[in-house]
Each structure stands twice: as C-alpha cells, then as structure tokens.
C-alpha cells in the first residue's frame, strides 16, 4: 500500500507542469487581420483588453481591445514579431474572425492558411472574411457600438445575418479549407465593407454619438477562383447564392403585388437540392414554404384565388431571384456550387472525360431548369388590408 | 456469612476510602444490619422514602416468623432487587447507583435499585433536525435511549447483546438487529471485535466508532451515527446492526455505504417524486463540492480553450493584477473558509455573529478589494462551501475536503488530466472500500435492485428496502 501511494506520488512530481500557463500571461486574440504590404505580409491581431479598472472588479479600463501589428515574410515570422510590442504571450485559441485585405486576396489566400491549418495551437472554427476596399488592419481598429469587441460585431453580425437575411453565411476555416481541398468547390467568403467618414473608427468618439461615423457593413459573397479573389456578389445574388447552396435559414422576399405596391413575404422553410442530369442540364428543386409579413395592395386575402395569384408572383419573383444569381456566378466563370463535384459525384466515369475542359467548355454553358414548390402557409393575424 | 463490620472495613479499603460510599448501619429489633451506596449516583429521596421508611415498617412479628432476609424482601418497596453473593459483584452494583443492604451473619447481601435521576430529559434532535418527523432525540441513558427504540419496535426478534468495555468506565453497550432481518455473521463479528476491544476507557461512542472503522484507510466514513431513534429504527428494519453506547447521545449504524450519506429524515415524509429531485441536487452537491475547484484551478492554468469565450475574457478581467498564480489564491480562500467553518463549530452561538461578521467582510469584500483574490476563486469557494453542507455526517464532509485538496493538487499539477487521475484514484478508493463487507457503492456497483430504488432516484414504496447482502459472497471480499 505505501508503495503505490509513493508511487502515485511521484507521478505528480515527475511533471513539469507541462503546458502550464497562468490567465495572467495571456494576451486572447480575439480577430486576425491579414493584409499585404509592400512584399511583406502585414499581420494585425486584435488582443482582448483585460486590464482590470479600478472601479469595477469585473470590467475592463479603456478600450475594450488593443491591437497589435508586425509584418513578416510569413505569417508565423509576423505573428512571432508580435512578441516585440506585447507584454503578453498572444494566445489564439479563442480566435473568432480571420479577415483578409482585399489586396491580398487578390494575389490568393492558401499561402496565409498555412499556418493555421498546420498548427495545432489555435482552435479552426473560426470563421474567414474579405475586408473590401479598406485593410483589414483598419477594419480591425474600428470601434464597434452594441458589441465591445470588434471581431466579435463582425462574427455577430454575419451569423445574424444569415440566420434571418441569408445574404451571407458564416463560413468557419476548416469548412472553407475542406470545401477546397477535398471537394472540387470554389471558395466563397462573406465580406464587409467600411462606411462613414475616415480615421474616426478607431477613436472614442465613434461611441460618443447614437449613430457611430464609422460603422462596419456586411456586404455580399467575395468570389475567388483558385483561391484569387475576383470580385463580389451584390446582396440580391448573394440572397440568391444561399438559397442555391441550401444555406437559407430565413429571409424576406419583397416584390410587386400591383402596379405600384409591394408585398413581403418571409420565407420560413426552404430546402434547395441540385439534381445532375448530364454535364450540362441541371435541376434545381426548391420547396419554400412562406408567410405573409406585410402587405401594402388592396388584395382580399379570405379569397383563395387571390392567394394563388401571390403565390404564382411570389414563385415567379425567387425564380428570377435564383436565375439572376446563376447568371453572375457564370459570369464570374467561378464554381462556388460545386457543380463540377456534383457531377464527379454523380457520373465519376464520365467525369473523367471532362476534367480537364470544365471550365473551357462546360461551365460556363450549363442550363438549369429551376423547379419551385412555393407555399404562402400563414397570411397573419388579419385577412382584411389595412388600406 | 460475613460480619457487616468486617465486610465494610474490606470494602472501604478494595475502594480506597471513598468519601462519597456512604455506610449507614441501622439495627432493626436488635439486629444489625447496614445500607451502603454511592452517593452521587442515587437518589436520596429513593433510598429515604423506599428503603429505610420499609425498614423502619417491619415489624417484630415479621422477624419472629422469618428470618430478616425474608421479612426485608417482602417488606421493601423497590420494584427491582438482586441477591449478590460474590465479594466481585458489590463493587459493580455499587458504582451502578444500587443501594446495598448487608446483613450480619448472612451470606447474600441484597442490591435495590436506587439510581439517581441524574440525565436530562429527552429533548428534540439538534443535528438532523427534521420538519415533520417525530422530535425525540437520543439522551445520554442508555435505558432511555434503549426505550426510545422498543417503544417503536414492539416485537420479540430484537437481538441484544449486552456489553460492558472499558477497564476503568465499564461503560454499558448494547449490540441491536432484527432477527431475520439483519446478518448474522456480521452482527457477530461486530461483537467478537467489541469483545476484543482492550482499552482503559470508553468516555463516549466515538473510540468505538475509530475503533470499528480502523480497518478502513479511506477518509470516507463507514459507520454512520443518528440521534434519532426513528432513524436508527429504520436502519434496523434494512437489517443494519445498531450499538448503543451509555453516555452518548447517538447511535451507532453499521454497515454504512455511501448512498446512506444522501438518505436523509426528511425523505421519508416527502413525496418521492420531491425527494427524488433532492436527492438529485444532493448529488449534484456532492460532485461539485468535490470537483470545482479543481476543475477551476484546471481550466484557468491548462485548458483556457474549453472555457467559452466570454467567460474567459470576465475571468481574465478578474485575474488581472491578482499576484498570486490561481491555486495559492485558491489555497488561501480554502484555508481561510475551513478555519472559519471550524471556528463556527466550536465557538459559543453569541461569540459566533462576530465571526460571520469577519468571514463575510474581510474574506469576501475587502480581500477581492485589496486585490488578493479575485471575486470568481470567491465564487467558486463559496459554491464549495455550500454544496459540502447539505450532508449530515461530519466524517463525509471531512473526506470530501481531503478529496477536493487531491483534485486542487492535481488540477494544478497536470490540468484535467490530472484532475482524471485523481477521479481514477478516488473511484479506486470507493470500489474497494467495504463497510462491514458491504461494498461501499452498493446500491450502484454491484448493482443492487432494490436498493438502487431509494438511491439518485427515490422509487414509492411501502415496505424498507432491505440491505442486500446478496453479491457479497461472490465477491469474496476480505
């Protein structure tokens, strides 16, 4: 018996405490920022602020986070410059947001994503966005209203966006990664965009008023082919690109019910599924089940035939939706939908044949036949227009 | 036969000239005889108003037909008396509160009952306080205590075995089960051990409780006490064995597993659907008390990825500037709540405010204000410190500090791996565990049916579960 106390023992002392590190020690990164400078690579890290202030024990003096840049050849020389200017061991595993500049996205990505892939030190569900126009390392010193931390407005915002908007989905790294390199898909990232007046964002006084000067926009998809960003979705398309990618949580459509009134309808239910006839004849089969959120024409609801007529309007609208975002997808000759691994999928033999002529011959002349089964299920608490 | 003198003369030396044995010689129609008692122990009304009233009573006529044995016998109004004829026995009946009445030239002397009344009454629990179960709690008489039990079990399979241990206290013990009930080679070895028992004192239950549990090296406690007599009447119904010791105010229970320790008085008077989600924040109760600090210590020095975002940013907020690493702040709040908890036992209920007063203030407020500690490690103590009160025993209270230490120790050591290592270690330490060969974790491993209805989740039922004994065997446990 005492042996295998001593024995047990020993076992705590013969530690090292390996990979003991104290909170105090570490600097949580919150968001990443990535851009291009010069032929160096500008690596910009948003550090949560957790300097206690003196009045309250559990909140935080100044700014709720500080960032940190150094650039480097790689990401990893960057970001082990960092420790020059930081006091604090910068500690990535509660990464939320990985934001890439735009210039840098341009010439591609994969190189960036090396790192993080390889290591094992920060956690990969982060999600990846395009910073359009503006920098990340700008985006990233923005002071953001409702949400102290920027990085973690911007991953809000897009996760509430697709949850009740759909013009973008959170698309986390190892999603994105595996979609790349498995699966013949093109990458497809959500992106923002800076409005409002400069060089204000990243002062207090973009708090100090109800409406902030700078604010951060979330936008449509940035498209990339061979992971080299070639431009941008609008939010119609974007709407359009979930609702093909059966990514669509909740949205609104808004169309004409007359002349000159407008009807919107929130979509509640929807399921997308891409059927693969040959190399070039797709079926896109949608079954969207709608319900009315407000109503501007003069229409009897308590009429079935009425409801019919919006149902018809409203099918016709999600198709031209749908078709629209198809159309600038061709023409941006990018294969976000995974077509081309659709068909591997469905017909791997055949796909041998055209491997190496998809984008020369075949992607760009696919036709689509678009199915819609739409349903208005609810019309509201009244029949009557309020009119 | 003996001469009352020379009798009292050998007594007085065999008790070293006792100033409290009180020798009072009386001659009853011309013949001698003497009362001898130990004073403190009898009462003086009885021996006045029983003994010496009925001695004066006798009359001349009464002696002239019998001898004065007889007319003694017959004319004493003590319900209970006994005839002694060993030298040996006077000594035990005189430090019992018996009255002696030596005859002269007669060979028995005569022993009546003359206890003095010197116990308090029986009064309400004060440990296991229960809202709707009946108030009467154990005293220190043992003859109380004893009636308090048969007034509840009226029936003739009460096995007792009677005891008396200790050189110099000769303290009365009384070994209790049901027949058909209880094991009986349990209930055997129980008093073959109490038997062996050498020691020159038994003051009260508790070197008996030591000594019953030697054998078992864990802190976890396998004897239980109760002060409740309806309790210990419970426990004999599952075919327990119950001892019960003069001078102490609760009994012993014995086998005791760990369920035990989460069955309370109250569950009994519950509905089992609410007893049942009692017995599930118990539980609840028990882990935690265990593991939290631990864990904490953990996941703030090792594992900061499993903590969810937010939170580590509130508790890195709170770390700030603390300049101690987080298991010496652990360590200090720990220390600091023990002593408390151990002052609070001991101290007198008025010096007691004083102390919350200082617990409260200067642990809580001013050491987070100072920045010694930061408020979550007072959280976590505090949540601690709540979940380890809810159990009765104080022996289970107590191993669960020495357990939550280990896994502090552990978690700060190797993080949650450590903190695995010393949950094998604990569940190493309860699978082996037996409490009188009764597998500490009974009801759950080995798997007991009808036990395993009154443990997480309390079952309706109308009879007492019975103990099972029945996988011991094959276990072959020592």
């Known amino acids: 018996m005492k042996k295998i106390i001593i024995l047990v023992l020993f076992i705590f002392f013969s530690t090292g405490c390996f990979n003991y590190r104290e909170l105090n020690d570490l600097a949580i990164v919150s968001g990443v920022g990535i851009d291009k400078k010069g032929d160096n690579l500008l690596v910009t890290v948003q550090v949560i602020n957790t300097v206690k202030s003196s009045s309250d024990s559990a909140s935080s003096a100044g700014p709720k986070f500080i960032v940190f840049e150094a650039e480097g050849k790689t990401v990893q020389e960057a970001t082990r410059k960092l420790i020059l200017n930081s006091s604090k061991r910068i500690y990535a595993e509660h990464l939320e947001l990985m934001l890439i500049g735009e210039d840098l996205a341009k010439d591609g990505i994969l190189e960036v994503f090396d790192l993080f892939f390889r290591n094992s030190e920060s956690r990969k569900q982060f999600l990846v966005m395009v910073s359009q126009e503006k920098s990340a390392n700008e985006v990233l010193k923005i002071l953001t209203p409702l949400e102290n931390l920027n990085a973690k407005n911007i991953v809000d915002t897009v996760k509430s966006n697709a949850k009740y908007l759909g013009v973008s989905e959170p698309i986390t790294f190892d999603n994105m990664i595996a979609d790349y390199l498995t699966q013949k898909k093109e990458i497809y990232l959500p992106s923002l965009k800076v409005i409002g007046s400069e060089n204000i964002g990243e002062k207090k006084e973009n708090l100090e008023e109800s409406k902030s000067d700078t604010e951060v926009v979330i936008t449509g998809y940035a498209l990339f082919k061979d992971n080299k960003l070639l431009g941008y979705l609008d939010l119609h398309d974007s709407v359009g690109t979930t609702f093909l990618n059966n990514k669509i949580d909740k949205t609104i459509l808004t169309f004409k019910c007359d002349e000159k009134d407008y009807i919107s309808l929130e979509v509640t239910e929807n399921k997308t599924n891409i059927i693969v006839k040959d190399a070039l004849n797709y079926e896109i089969n949608l079954k969207t089940k709608t319900k009315i959120n407000e109503i501007n024409c003069a229409i009897d609801l308590e009429k079935e035939k009425n409801i019919k007529e919006l149902n018809k309007k409203g099918k016709e609208y999600l198709e031209s939706l749908i078709t629209n975002a198809l159309t600038s997808i061709k023409n941006y000759d990018t294969d976000i939908l995974g077509l081309e691994n659709l068909f591997y999928k469905n017909f791997p033999h055949k796909y041998k044949s055209i491997k190496n002529e998809w984008y020369q011959k075949y992607f760009k002349n696919t036709n689509f036949k678009i199915n819609i089964d739409f349903k208005i299920k609810e019309q509201g608490n009244i029949l009557k227009v309020t009119k | ?422 949950f094998i270690f604990l569940t190493i330490n309860l699978t082996s565990l037996n409490s009188f060969k009764t597998p500490y974790l009974m009801p759950f491993v080995p798997v007991d049916k009808e036990g395993i209805k009154d443990s997480v989740i309390k079952f309706p039922h109308k009879n007492h579960y019975k103990l099972s004994f029945n996988n011991m065997e094959k276990r072959n446990v020592k």
């Open chain 2, 1 to 422: 036969m003996y001469k009352i003198n020379e009798l009292i003369e050998k007594i007085k030396i065999d008790t070293n000239n006792n100033k409290d044995i009180i020798y009072r010689e009386k001659v009853i129609h011309k013949k001698n005889i003497a009362i001898i008692f130990n004073e403190p122990l009898t009462s003086s009304n009885k021996i006045s108003d029983f003994i010496i009233r009925s001695l004066n009573g006798i009359s001349y006529l009464d002696i002239k037909k019998n001898k004065l044995l007889d007319a003694i016998k017959n004319n004493i109004s003590n319900f209970k008396y006994k005839e002694i004829t060993k030298y040996e026995d006077i000594f035990s009946y005189l430090h019992r509160g018996f009255t002696l009445i030596l005859i002269d030239n007669e060979s028995v002397i005569l022993a009546l009952e003359t206890k003095g009344n010197i116990s308090r009454g029986v009064s309400t629990p004060t440990s296991e306080v229960s809202l709707r179960g009946p108030k009467d709690a154990f005293n220190e008489e043992i003859q109380v205590n004893l009636g308090l039990i048969k007034k509840r079990l009226k029936t003739n399979d009460l096995i007792e075995t009677e005891l008396y241990l200790g050189d110099y206290t000769n303290v009365k013990t009384v070994v209790i089960g049901i027949k058909n009930l209880y094991k009986k080679t349990t209930y055997k070895k129980v008093v073959d051990k109490l038997k062996a028992l050498k020691t020159n004192g038994v003051v009260d239950g508790e070197v008996l409780k030591n000594y019953l549990d030697k054998e078992n090296k864990s802190p976890f406690p396998t004897t239980m006490t109760t002060e409740r007599p309806d309790t210990v009447c419970r426990r004999l119904l599952e075919g327990r064995i119950v001892i019960l010791i003069d001078n102490t105010c609760y009994a012993l229970v014995l086998p005791a597993v760990l369920n035990d320790f989460f069955r309370t008085v109250e569950d009994i008077y519950s509905k089992s659907i609410n007893t049942s989600i009692i017995r599930l924040l118990k539980y609840l109760a028990f882990w935690l008390a265990l593991l939290a600090p631990g864990i904490y210590i953990a996941l703030i020095t090792y594992n900061q990825e499993i903590i969810p975002t937010d939170l580590l940013i509130s508790f890195a907020i709170q770390r700030d500037s603390v300049p101690f690493p987080a298991v010496v702040e652990g360590f200090i709040m720990m220390i600091a709540f023990e002593i408390i908890r151990e002052a609070d036992l001991r101290l007198p209920p008025n010096v007691g405010s004083s102390l919350s007063i200082v617990g409260a203030l200067i642990l809580g407020e001013a050491a987070v204000n100072a920045g010694v500690v930061s408020p979550i490690m007072i959280i976590v103590i505090a949540i601690t410190a709540i979940c380890s009160l809810p159990f009765a025993e104080l022996e289970l209270i107590n191993a669960l500090r020495i357990y939550r230490i280990l896994f502090m120790l552990g978690g700060t050591l190797l993080g949650m791996v450590g903190i695995l290592l010393v």
